[in-house]
């Protein structure tokens, strides 16, 4: 059984930045492509972005296209997602998950780490 544990999450004033890691472990990472889900209060879990196994192909959702970007480290077994220009609508819980279809999740999720961007 897979095991992804976040960090990274935080306080930031709008416009500043934040560096989300999972760490993965229990399986061979680089057979997955990877993902970031986020859930913000009172709102249904969405699709952030993903990455293919390699790394060779991103995608996002189209409200952070410029301002996120998704990499990873097979070496690692690290999957990271780079956040700059945060807006308060930003705001959630963070969360990664194994195996995406798209903008479809796959059944491993992490425990998730919260990201607040301040006004």
């Known amino acids: 059984q897979v095991q992804l544990v976040e960090s990274g999450g935080g306080l930031v004033q709008a416009g500043g930045s934040l560096r989300l890691s999972c760490a993965a472990s229990?399986?061979?990472?680089?057979?997955?492509?990877m993902g970031w889900f986020r859930q913000a209060p009172g709102k249904e879990r969405e699709f952030v972005a993903a990455?293919?196994?390699?790394?060779?192909?991103?995608y996002y959702r189209d409200s952070v296209k410029g301002r996120f970007t998704i990499s990873r480290d097979n070496a690692k077994n690290t999957v990271y997602l780079q956040m700059n220009s945060l807006k308060p609508e930003d705001t959630a819980v963070y969360y990664c998950?194994?195996?995406?279809?798209?903008?479809?999740?796959?059944?491993?999720w992490g425990q998730g780490t919260q990201v607040t961007v301040s006004s």
């Open positions: 998950n194994e195996g995406p279809m798209g903008d479809h999740p796959g059944a491993n």
């Open positions: 990455i293919s196994r390699r790394g060779g192909s991103t």
């Open positions: 229990g399986r061979t990472f680089s057979s997955y492509a």
